[in-house]
């Protein structure tokens, strides 16, 4: 979608709502019917997470994923728009302001719910911190462009490749109160380390850097996620700061997967990595 010049320029002069709308439509009728190997694998994937529910329970929440992916891929042309006018609410509102607004330098943890990407830039803009975000950009050098395009109205400084961890440390040391906005649930190998579900797993890959990086510049963690409520609307739920220098790092896992693990589970329509893992598989 975002590789496609004239739908990136129509997408952003549609009225967000519209774009929202049509991005959603594309993507279940349209991208799901050509992406048949992903919805097998979000649906036997969504089986294992959900097997509560019934078979037309479950169809309808793939549904919803396709609906929502389209959604938050075409909104990422609006995302300063939908950041300015009200589609964004945030639980305990006062109690998150209070935390924005503490000292020291913090990690704000996340997984790929919802709009990952309007939850980076609510942060951005709901606070004074200086913020920094980690990115993997798409192999594909056109998609990786025109994401970068969508991305400089909101994001401000974002971080990846050689050099990244220098980038960081100084960020986190160097200016004062200091944010870091990382993903946990980066996919390897068609593999998630992140939640754990239930499985034996160490901390690996963005979260191990976490915890690292926390311990060496006295960060507070920020457990967070964002989930789509209706349309183009969203809503932050957060957990209380985690504060390393009071918590072993086994007792700071476990209380973010509970939280962020249970959020993916609970809202596995709006859960990116459903169709990138084969939870079926043995882990590395």
């Known amino acids: ?49 959900r097997p509560d529910l019934d078979e ?6 793939l549904t919803r994923r396709w609906l929502n992916l389209g959604r938050t891929m075409a909104e990422l042309t609006n995302i300063d728009r939908l950041i300015d006018n009200g589609h964004v609410t945030v639980e305990d509102a006062e109690g998150y302001r209070q935390v924005l607004d503490g000292p020291g330098p913090m990690i ?24 920094l975000g980690i990115y993997d950009p798409p192999e594909n050098p056109d998609q990786a462009a025109m994401l970068k395009r969508a991305r400089s109205s909101y994001m ?28 946990l649930d980066e996919r390897r190998d068609r593999q998630v380390w992140f939640p754990r579900f239930g499985r034996d797993l160490p901390p690996s890959g963005n979260l191990s850097v976490a915890l690292r990086l926390a311990r060496k510049v006295g960060a507070t963690f920020l457990p967070f996620y964002m989930v789509r409520t209706q349309g183009p609307h969203f809503r932050v739920h957060w957990h209380p700061p985690l504060d390393p220098a009071a918590l072993t790092d086994d007792q700071i ?24 893992m084969d939870l079926s598989a043995p882990t590395a």
């Open 253 to 276: 896992l476990d209380q973010i997967d509970v939280f962020l693990g249970k959020a993916c589970i609970d809202h596995a329509d709006q859960w990116l990595a459903l169709h990138d």
């Open 156 to 183: 401000g400084e974002a971080i990846t490749g050689e050099g990244a961890a220098r980038g960081i440390l100084k960020h986190l040391t160097t200016k004062d109160r200091a944010t870091l906005y990382i993903l």
């Open 56 to 61: 037309p329970t479950r169809e309808a929440m």
């Open 108 to 131: 704000a943890l996340a997984v790929h719910l919802g709009n990952w990407d309007l939850l980076a830039a609510h942060i951005k803009a709901s606070t004074d911190r200086p913020g």
């Open 1 to 49: 979608m975002l590789s496609n010049p004239f739908l990136f320029t129509l997408l952003r002069i549609l009225p967000a709502s519209l774009a929202s709308w049509l991005g959603g439509w594309l993507s279940a009728n349209v991208a799901r019917k050509t992406m048949k190997l992903r919805d097998r694998r979000a649906r036997a994937n969504l089986a294992l997470l």
